[in-house]
Nanobody, 122 residues
Framework: VQLQASGGGLVQAGDSLRLSCASSGLRTRDYHMAWFRQAPGQEREIIAASRRSGGDPYYTDSVKGRFAISRDNAKNTPYLQMNGLKPEDTAVYYC????????????????WGQGTLVTVSS
């Protein structure tokens, strides 16, 4: 299984980015998919998650209304649209896959991709 996040970069506050997670060795339709981030000196946190069965996604409070998780199962690719970026969004962003019932928790995620760095300047 390989997950590869891409789409990060250096942007200014207020800009938008869309992250992609190219996935191989699994079918994303069979997995809960999530995005995490880890800022310097901080723990990795889950910021958005999408259940394999559909339904409302999960967002952590700090990104609600600004970020949107989606997936194209035909392309085996989940996405994270990030709008209204803030300097505090600066972090390495990771995608991950899970079949665990605890789809809102990091502990449930079995497969992890390499991260992509997002830097937001003020």
């Amino acid at each position: 299984v390989q997950l590869q996040a891409s789409g990060g970069g250096l942007v200014q506050a207020g800009d938008s980015l869309r992250l992609s997670c190219a996935s191989s060795g699994l079918r994303t339709r069979d997995y809960h998919m999530a995005w995490f981030r880890q800022a310097p000196g901080q723990e990795r946190e889950i910021i958005a998650a999408s259940r394999r069965s559909g339904g409302d996604p999960y967002y952590t409070d700090s990104v609600k209304g600004r970020f949107a998780i989606s997936r194209d199962n035909a392309k085996n690719t989940p996405y994270l649209q990030m709008n209204g970026l803030k300097p505090e969004d600066t972090a390495v962003y990771y995608c991950a896959a899970s079949v665990n019932v605890n789809w809102r928790m990091a502990v449930g995620y079995k497969y992890w991709g390499q991260g992509t760095l997002v830097t937001v300047s003020s």
